[in-house]
């Protein structure tokens, strides 16, 4: 391969040029109630290359690698069509690197049928109780092997496998039908899946409590988050606003997104850390043959650093973080997050909660968003505090903020710390799912808007 | 195809080939200058058997390895869903017009400079605002071929443009998008720099509202956040697993009987229009509600099957994929006020027109609570200005319950035809 794709570059007449293939074998199982949805194997093959051209890039993605001279013809044209600003790309050593994966248990050297009789098994345990309706069980393993060579001499192969399993109770009780989700997983073999039955027990409890949950009221209210929304919260609350590409050709936002710019109190460190081996946002070397590393977005409360790719940093005179990532080959790489947490501290989640006089304990994630201005971010279930006591169980509310002034609101970090990733990741600029992990500590924050009924 | 097919039916009773050949090019702006040309050049097969009344798949992007693709596919099967169908034998299929030669002969050239056209017209105007977009036009082949003798394919061509214009102060930031879509080509540069001056102007001021129950106008852009509750609840996969709250509700009333919608395969030229679905059916139009009463859910054959019904031409896929059912181009008909009279009767209320955190609510229910990120005050029939820092939440079904006005001028949202919609109260919170 190596040959190949060096031999194709030589010949280019262009300042810079890449190209990226991959290689992806990928088992899925997929239960919906009690039915076996689907079950099988795929294989996926295809490149992508990107061509600089004085003013603009062309990216092109592909399936037939014997076509890849052609292709490469057509990005240099195209590249030259581009006529928006010069292109220029921080320096980069050139690298030469074969990663292979530290797996385990290769989920290749497992029977299709032992997979069937363990996802059998979770999703029964998922259907148990009787007010479970439905239940979603998706597992899946990947096997990927990608392949970078660009025209300074770097190339890189990666091998990484990755086992994921999601599932979902879905209970039902007239018209009401509520549901809990647990993603498990991330790089790493099919130890990571295995044992999970009271987890899949505890999934389908969750979704029956959520029956008896009351809907919570609209309104602004001091709110504690647990580990798996604090994650969220870092990612949509401050981790995309972070993200060069957003900001480096937008004089005004990088104006107001100065470095040193106080976000939140002293105590608050935000981080992103590609390098955490099993984590879903793990890798060594990004979409752009850059080495992966740990960034401080946010440091005693103040903005330190951003997410960058090789083009943001020479446009902010920075150093690239190895941030830029494809979520397949059939797409360019842009500014991406990898494991976006925030440090834990010294409150115990006890403390924190027994301090509110009237509040919500805001457990679980369904998900979030951002317009780099405000941001959303969902809570699977939750309870009213009062007194410092958990008092009632509420469901279907989302939370709400403004980046700008939300973060001044955390007033207590926890001493407790997990990172999440499971199936399911993040979303920009058309390409979704990308693996990422989120995490940090239990978290209380004053004044957050609740949508409710 | 007929080499895979063949090597197949020596092991299988059954079985389906699918193939999508498309070529994709894409023209990037930022920061109101062009940044990218992409391309995408794509070839994948998807296999489908039936092997001991068992459903076995698999897939691939390579079509020299037919005997692999075949092997997974059976060994796929030995634990596959038990297959309630059998593969269509060919039948009648209407014209639908889902091919524009213009889309297919256009120039990344003439592309760029639409889209230059566009930001212009913006930034003339509006200099502090920053733009970014793509232009995208789309070609692709799909055939299917079955063992029932089946042997339908089509072309089809996208053409689609996005922009979104931003503007960042230290008070706050705004954001507009706006876009169409379609499969013909059309110039959409005016129609689209017009609709984001014109919310530009309308958002220049920031007002407050106090927290509490107000009439909400949603726009066309927003009426999707709605409607995806009901999507899902008619959708044959939900209604068979019983996770649709609507079982057992056809011939019921569900909504408002202002509400009509339906399900149109048909439709000239929309983005989810072509002559057949994902099995080889040929496409149709299905009535989904009827004066509010709940008419039809929609199917694939598998679904269709499994609830004694038949298939309503809505199986989905990509090659890599197994059919499911999912709303071709889903028209909620048009209404009889204009915009400008639905606003004129608001004493205290809101526009919703962008919102963000949707989809990640109970969706099942109906239930939805958003971030406005677009939105707007009413004061006694005028537009006073933008609203933001606030939630929005209801219930889509209660909502669609309480119909004052269905608006009169509909317009797609990618697959979504509709028109504003003006409800009886949505609860506000900040």
């Given at each position: ?16 040029a890449?190209i990226?293939?991959e ?6 199982v ?18 992508g290359?990107?061509v ?8 092109i993605?592909?399936n037939k ?6 292709y490469?013809n ?5 590249a ?9 790309l ?13 797996v ?10 032992e ?33 970078f060579?660009?025209t ?5 192969e990666?091998e990484?496998?990755?086992t994921?399993?999601?599932?979902t ?7 009401n039908?509520?549901?809990?989700h647990?993603?498990i ?15 899949a027990?505890e999934?389908?409890r969750?979704?029956?409590?959520l ?26 609350a401050f981790g995309?606003?972070?993200?060069a590409?957003?900001l480096?050709?937008n ?16 105590e608050?460190?935000?981080?992103d ?17 850059v080495?992966?590393q740990k ?6 409360g103040?903005?330190v650093?951003?997410l960058?790719?090789?083009?943001t ?31 834990p501290?010294?409150?115990s ?9 009237e ?15 405000m ?10 505090i ?36 499971g199936?399911g ?13 989120t ?5 209380r ?5 609740v949508g409710?009924? | ?12 009773q ?6 999508v ?27 489908r ?7 076995g ?5 390579n079509?020299?390895?037919?005997r692999?693709?075949v092997?997974?596919a059976l060994?796929s ?5 038990k ?12 014209s ?15 592309m ?12 003339e105007q509006e200099?502090q605002?920053?733009?970014?977009g793509?232009?995208?036009k789309?070609e ?23 922009l ?40 220049k001021n ?29 959708n044959?996969k939900?209604?068979q697993?019983?996770s ?6 056809i011939?019921?009333p569900?909504v ?7 399900d149109d395969?048909?439709?000239?030229f929309a ?14 139009r299905?009535?989904i509600?009827k004066d ?8 694939d ?25 999912s ?23 809101i ?10 609510g ?6 939805f ?16 200005g933008r609203?933001?820092?606030?939630m929005i939440?209801?219930n889509?079904y209660?909502?669609?319950?309480k119909v004052?006005a269905v608006?009169?001028?509909?317009r797609?949202?990618g697959?979504?035809k ?5 409800f ?7």
């Amino acid at each position: 391969m190596k040959v190949y794709l060096t031999s194709c570059l030589e010949k280019i007449k262009a300042k810079y040029a890449e190209i990226r293939y991959e290689e992806r074998r990928i088992t899925r199982v997929h239960y919906v109630g009690k039915e076996l949805e689907f079950i099988g194997e795929s294989e996926t093959r295809g490149g992508g290359i990107r061509v600089q051209g004085k003013n603009g890039w062309s990216f092109i993605s592909f399936n037939k690698l014997e076509k890849l001279k052609d292709y490469l013809n057509e990005a240099a044209r195209q590249a030259c069509i581009a006529r928006g600003r010069e292109v220029r790309l921080a320096p980069a050593h050139p690298r030469v690197e074969v990663i292979r994966a530290k797996v385990k248990k290769d989920p290749r050297q497992i029977s299709l049928e032992e997979k069937y009789h363990l996802c059998t098994r979770y999703n029964q345990l998922l259907l148990s109780p009787k007010k479970v309706q439905s239940s979603s069980l998706r597992y899946f393993d990947v096997h990927t092997v990608k392949y970078f060579a660009n025209t300074e001499g770097t190339y890189i192969e990666q091998e990484r496998v990755d086992t994921i399993i999601g599932m979902t109770a879905i209970a039902r009780d007239g018209i009401n039908i509520q549901f809990a989700h647990e993603g498990i997983g991330g790089t790493g073999g099919y130890e990571l899946v295995e044992g999970l039955e009271d987890k899949a027990e505890e999934v389908s409890r969750r979704a029956v409590e959520l029956l008896e949950a009351e809907p919570a009221s609209a309104g602004k209210y001091t709110v504690v988050v647990d580990p798996k929304l604090s994650g969220v919260f870092a990612h949509e609350a401050f981790g995309h606003l972070s993200e060069a590409d957003f900001l480096y050709e937008n004089d005004r936002l990088r104006e107001i997104m100065q470095l040193g710019r106080r976000f939140g109190p002293p105590e608050l460190n935000i981080v992103d850390e590609a390098p955490i081996e099993g984590q879903s946002g793990y890798y060594l070397y990004d979409d752009e043959g850059v080495p992966a590393q740990k960034t401080y977005l946010i440091k005693e409360g103040k903005l330190v650093g951003y997410l960058h790719s090789r083009e943001t940093a020479a446009k902010m005179g920075a150093q690239p973080t190895g941030n830029a990532r494809a979520i397949s080959y059939r797409y360019p790489p842009i500014v991406r997050m990898s494991n976006t947490y925030i440090e834990p501290q010294g409150k115990s989640k006890e403390e924190i909660i027994s301090e509110v006089e009237e509040g919500i304990y805001a457990r679980g994630f369904r998900g979030g968003q951002t317009n780099l201005e405000m941001f959303t971010f969902c809570p699977e279930e939750g309870y009213l505090i009062k007194k410092g006591k958990l008092v009632k169980k509420i469901r279907d509310f989302n939370l709400t903020g403004n980046i700008f002034t939300t973060l001044f609101n955390i007033e207590a970090i926890g001493d407790d710390f997990v990172l999440f990733g499971g199936p399911g990741g993040c979303g920009k600029a058309g390409q979704s799912p990308l693996p990422v992990s989120t995490g940090g500590p239990h978290l209380r924050i004053r004044e957050v808007i609740v949508g409710g009924v | 195809m007929e080499k895979i097919l063949e090597i197949a039916l020596s092991k299988a009773q059954e079985a389906e080939v699918y193939r999508v050949r498309k070529q994709v090019t894409t023209v990037k702006f930022q920061a109101n200058r062009i940044k990218s040309i992409d391309s995408l050049f794509e070839d994948g097969v998807g296999l489908r058997v039936i092997k001991g009344g068992r459903i076995g798949f698999s897939s691939a992007n390579n079509l020299k390895d037919a005997r692999n693709l075949v092997d997974r596919a059976l060994s796929s099967s030995q634990f596959g869903q038990k297959a309630y169908f059998h593969f269509p034998s060919p039948a009648e299929v209407l014209s639908v017009q889902c091919f524009d030669p213009q889309v297919s002969s256009l120039k990344v050239e003439d592309m760029v400079e639409e889209g230059e056209r566009a930001i212009s017209l913006i930034t003339e105007q509006e200099p502090q605002f920053s733009c970014e977009g793509e232009l995208e036009k789309a070609e692709f082949e799909v055939r299917i071929l079955n063992s029932s003798g089946l042997d339908e394919s089509y072309k089809k061509t996208e053409y689609a443009f996005f922009l979104y214009a931003f503007l960042a102060k230290e008070e706050g930031f705004l954001g507009i998008e706006e876009g169409e879509s379609g499969c013909s080509y059309q110039e959409y540069s005016s129609l689209i720099a017009e609709r984001i001056l014109k919310a530009i102007d309308l958002a220049k001021n920031n007002v407050k509202i106090p927290p509490g129950s107000y009439r909400a106008i949603f726009t066309s852009k927003a009426m999707p956040l709605l409607l995806q509750s009901l999507k899902s609840g008619i959708n044959g996969k939900l209604v068979q697993k019983k996770s649709s709250p609507l079982v057992e509700k056809i011939g019921k009333p569900i909504v408002c009987p202002v509400v009509n919608i339906l399900d149109d395969g048909l439709f000239p030229f929309a983005l989810g229009s072509r002559p057949i679905d994902g099995e080889g059916i040929p496409s149709r139009r299905t009535q989904i509600i009827k004066d509010g009463v709940l008419k039809n859910f929609i199917y694939d054959l598998q679904t269709a099957s499994m609830m004694k019904s038949e298939s309503t031409a809505n199986a989905t896929r990509s090659y890599n994929s197994l059919p499911s059912p999912s709303t071709t181009n889903l028209i909620l008909e048009p209404g009889d006020a204009s915009l400008e009279e639905m606003i004129k009767d608001i004493k205290e209320g809101i526009i919703v027109d962008q919102v963000i955190g949707s989809g990640q609510g109970n969706e099942l229910t109906g239930e939805f609570s958003v971030n406005l990120d677009l939105g707007y005050k009413v004061e006694e029939g005028k537009i006073k200005g933008r609203v933001k820092d606030v939630m929005i939440s209801g219930n889509a079904y209660k909502l669609l319950n309480k119909v004052i006005a269905v608006g009169k001028e509909a317009r797609f949202v990618g697959t979504v035809k509709t028109p504003p919609v003006y409800f009886e109260k949505v609860t506000v919170a900040g």
